[in-house]
T-cell receptor
Framework: KAGVTQTPRYLIKTRGQQVTLSCSPI?????VSWYQQTPGQGLQFLFE???????NKGNFPGRFSGRQFSNSRSEMNVSTLELGDSALYLC?????????????FGQGTRLTVV | GDSVTQMEGPVTLSEEAFLTINCTYT??????LFWYVQYPGEGLQLLLK?????DKGSNKGFEATYRKETTSFHLEKGSVQVSDSAVYFC?????????????FGKGTKLSVKP
C-alpha cells in the first residue's frame, strides 16, 4: 500500500513568487492536514481538510491557502513568498478526523526561498 | 493557547542505557497526547498515544503515562538501541482526539552510540 506522497520533494523559489505543493493521501483516506516545520518554530499546523472542506486552520497569514479535491488529493499554495517561508512542509493523511484514526505523514517538501 | 514543551536536545546515550525525554503541556479541557518519531529521511510516525488521565501508551519498548496532575507525558525506554536514534516529538490535540490538528513540541534528537 503506497504511503502519503508529496511532490515535489525539493523546491527553490525566489522572493515574491508563489508556489503550489501537492499531497496524495493513502488510498481511502479522506482527511489531509498540512504542517510547516522550521528549526526555529518547530512543527506548526497549517490546515486540515476533510471531504473537500477545510475543518481547521492554523495561525498563518492569508498568503497560505489550501484546497482538497474530490479524490482527496490536496494542494497548498503560498503566494508572495518571503525568506521566512523556507521550511519543510509536511502532509498527513488519515481515514477521517475521528479520534481513533492514525495520521500518516509524508516525507515532506523542502521549500527554499532565495 | 495550547502548547507543548519538551526537553532540549540533543540527547546522546550508550546502547542499553535508560531513556527519559520530558514533555509537559498546557491545554484547556482534556487533550489527547502523543509521541511521534522521525527517523532520518523519513516522515513522522506515531509511536504511542494516551487519550485520558492515567492512561499509559506503549509501543516498541517505549512507554509514556498521561499525568494530568503534573501536565506531563514523559517518554521512557528501559534499554535503548542504536536503531532508536531519531527525533522524538511530543504532541497534543484538543479536538476530540483527532490527529488532524496536532500541536507539537520542538522535538528532541536522540543519538544512541554502540
Amino acid at each position: 500500500k503506497a504511503g502519503v506522497t508529496q511532490t515535489p520533494r525539493y523546491l527553490i523559489k525566489t522572493r515574491g513568487q508563489q508556489v503550489t505543493l501537492s499531497c496524495s493521501p493513502i488510498s481511502g483516506h479522506r482527511s489531509v492536514s498540512w504542517y510547516q516545520q522550521t528549526p526555529g518554530q518547530g512543527l506548526q499546523f497549517l490546515f486540515e481538510y476533510f471531504s473537500e472542506t477545510q475543518r481547521n486552520k492554523g495561525n498563518f497569514p492569508g498568503r497560505f491557502s489550501g484546497r482538497q479535491f474530490s479524490n482527496s488529493r490536496s494542494e497548498m499554495n503560498v503566494s508572495t513568498l518571503e525568506l521566512g517561508d523556507s521550511a519543510l512542509y509536511l502532509c498527513a493523511s488519515s481515514l477521517d478526523p475521528g479520534a481513533n484514526t492514525e495520521a500518516f505523514f509524508g516525507q515532506g517538501t523542502r521549500l527554499t526561498v532565495v | 493557547g495550547d502548547s507543548v514543551t519538551q526537553m532540549e536536545g540533543p540527547v546522546t546515550l550508550s546502547e542499553e542505557a535508560f531513556l527519559t525525554i520530558n514533555c509537559t503541556y498546557t491545554a484547556t479541557g482534556y487533550p489527547s497526547l502523543f509521541w511521534y518519531v522521525q527517523y532520518p529521511g523519513e516522515g513522522l510516525q506515531l509511536l504511542l498515544k494516551a487519550t485520558k488521565a492515567d492512561d499509559k501508551g506503549s509501543n516498541k519498548g517505549f512507554e509514556a503515562t498521561y499525568r494530568k496532575e503534573t501536565t506531563s507525558f514523559h517518554l521512557e525506554k528501559g534499554s535503548v538501541q542504536v536503531s532508536d536514534s531519531a527525533v522524538y516529538f511530543c504532541a497534543l490535540t484538543n479536538y476530540g482526539g483527532s490527529q488532524g490538528n496536532l500541536i507539537f513540541g520542538k522535538g528532541t534528537k536522540l543519538s544512541v552510540k554502540p
